[in-house]
């Protein structure tokens, strides 16, 4: 096994045995029933529905918006405030390994196809990785922000409305175990799962699709890639212009033009192709030497 393939297998490994953690509440999906206990009140760094029954702990996403039209705002800081912290940290790498919606983008992804269905990128790809942002302006932030009900509370409308990860994680299983709440689905689930299964169909096709046009958490990770402590440095004097590193970069980014591009989620997979080396991991700017 080449060391690609050895370093994205870990990559897996590392990416399943998070999600198995962070929704290891295994009853709730028996009992069609959300977990509801302290560590509930914490968030994980990747999307993970609130609603899961097997999630235990809550989506950032998701806690962000619960509470933004609140008059309190103290769970909007400490939710704002546990992102960027991240972001300073790691940048995207949240979304390469400590997201289950990514983990299951990436295993689609792998379903065989005829090479000429495999899509790197068309018209109007760059344009639309900005949708993201809009998204995130628009669904996560003020919607919840200036849409309140009678209380000054605002509804978490991304998730309510768009939300992949939501309706694979909680909507389908709790519908699937609950037999009461089966009796009250209506147009906004068909819409949710519309949005799921063409996602997942893309996935196949287009290296995820969600995490490069829709998502908001990782538009807030993505800021921090060109800051963060954890970064990719390219050593010019190894380089040799061979362009591995740009082919097998499933986000478009170009190492050498941008280590650290707003794309970038920090798979390796660009490390791992270079034959020289050239690509190292930085730490406050401190380059990690490969050993011998």
């Known amino acids: 096994m080449d060391k690609r393939k050895k370093q994205q297998n870990l990559r897996h490994w590392i990416q399943g045995t998070w999600t198995l953690l962070t929704n290891s509440y295994l009853i709730g999906f028996i009992k069609g029933k959300i977990y509801q206990g302290n560590i509930k009140n914490i968030c994980v760094p990747g999307l993970n529905c609130y609603s899961c029954p097997g999630a235990v702990a809550s989506c950032p996403i998701g806690a962000l918006q619960a509470v933004i039209g609140s008059h309190q705002y103290k769970m909007s800081f400490y939710v704002v405030g546990f992102m960027i912290m991240l972001g300073t940290i790691m940048g995207r790498f949240v979304c390469g390994y400590l997201c289950p919606f990514g983990l299951i983008q990436d295993l689609v992804h792998k379903i065989p196809l005829p090479q000429k269905l495999k899509i790197k990128t068309f018209n109007g790809d760059k344009a639309l990785r900005y949708l993201k942002y809009l998204i995130l302006v628009v669904f996560v932030i003020l919607l919840p922000m200036f849409i309140v009900d009678i209380i000054g509370q605002g509804s978490p409308y991304f998730c ?26 209506g147009f906004l689930y068909a819409w949710k799962v519309a949005i799921l299964i063409t996602l997942i169909l893309l996935s196949i096709m287009i290296y995820r699709p969600f995490c490069k046009y829709l998502c908001p958490l990782g538009a807030i990770y993505s800021v921090f890639n060109p800051i963060s402590v954890f970064q990719y440095k390219v050593c010019n004097d190894k380089c040799i212009d061979c362009n591995a590193c740009k082919n097998v970069c499933n986000m478009g980014c170009d190492p050498v033009k941008n280590a650290n591009s707003l794309e970038c989620i920090r798979c390796g997979k660009c490390k791992a192709a270079c034959q020289t080396n050239a690509i190292q991991y930085t730490y406050f700017n401190q380059t990690k030497r490969r050993t011998k």
């Open 160 to 185: 309510k409305l768009i939300c992949p990860a939501g309706t694979l994680q909680g909507g389908i299983p709790l519908v699937l175990g609950n037999g009461p709440l089966r009796s009250t689905i």
